[in-house]
């Protein structure tokens, strides 16, 4: 009976060991110790989309994207700035991703789960949508207002396969004017030939940071989608501690940077979360 017992506990011992043994294996071969180790991250995002990513008039990256992967950099290394990027096309974020080019990228990706079946999504930090940019001195104040008009509203959009049956689901009678371009979009919207364009919610707000007072938000949204980061697959340390620093943006204590950047690209200035209970749970 004695001997089963120490065969007890010798085994238990055992796995017990074997568990701690494997833990700190996962933990030096985790991407989180293979960055600290670096001592910089390396980040993957675009450079010709404003306000998510771009480079300005000093040649600095700058952009929504890239200032979550300062804001991982400042969790990492307390520098926001101890980051290498790699800018890449949109076709390269996930090979980039699985082939370890980069720790992860930020580079305004729709969460979808053909994409989710590739890589590892973070929680979302941004929630696009389509929204309607007015004229701020135009005949309608509102999207109550261009409903009303019925077809006496035109809406300018960019051209793909989906713009009209995308606007018609916001306003059902309105007229549909496709462009070819952004800039002719903007163009008829300025000269009166559509009274409302209709556009990716965050380049509406970034055309308002640009032109204020020039412009209005109707303030309606719909089809909704969300961005996140991306990270190789199979690392739950390193998705588990990217999750929690963009999670802490949002809602503790790195709330100050997260809205800064908010505020600068979007024109919009966020609410402090609110204290007690955790929003994100109610």
Not at 61 to 68: A, E, I, P, T, W
Not at 234 to 242: A, M, P, Y
Not at 246 to 266: D, I, N, R
């Amino acid at each position: 009976m004695a001997f089963l017992k120490t065969l007890a506990v010798a085994t238990v011992m055992t796995a017990t060991a074997a568990s701690a043994l494997g833990t700190a294996s996962a933990q030096e071969t985790s991407k989180l110790q293979q960055v600290l180790d670096r001592g910089y991250l390396v980040l993957g995002t675009g450079s010709t989309n404003p306000p998510w990513h771009f480079v300005d008039s000093d040649n600095k990256l700058k952009g929504f994207d890239v200032d979550m992967g300062r804001l991982v950099a400042k969790a990492l290394f307390g520098d926001p700035e101890k980051i290498e990027y790699v800018q890449q096309s949109g076709d390269a974020r996930i090979p980039n991703l699985v082939t370890d080019k980069v720790d992860m990228a930020c580079q305004f990706m729709t969460v979808t789960a053909e994409r989710a079946q590739q890589i590892e999504f973070t929680i979302p930090y941004y929630r696009e949508g389509v929204g309607l940019l007015l004229m701020a001195n135009g005949d309608y104040a509102d999207y109550d207002a261009l409903k009303e008009g019925g077809d006496d509203v035109t809406v300018a959009v960019l051209q793909n396969v989906y713009a009209e049956e995308m606007v018609r689901a916001a306003l059902p009678e309105a007229e549909v004017d496709q462009y070819d371009s952004v800039d002719l979009m903007y163009q008829a919207l300025n000269s009166g030939r559509a009274q409302a364009a209709a556009t990716d919610q965050s380049a509406l707000r970034w055309f308002m940071v640009q032109n204020p007072d020039r412009y209005t938000d109707a303030g309606y949204a719909w089809n909704p989608q969300s961005y996140s980061c991306g990270v190789k697959p199979g690392d739950q340390r390193w998705l588990n501690f990217v999750n929690t620093v963009l999670h802490e943006g949002m809602t503790g204590v790195e709330f100050p940077f997260y809205a800064e950047s908010f505020k600068t690209w979007f024109g919009e200035e966020l609410e402090t979360p609110k204290i007690g209970f955790p929003v994100e749970y109610k």
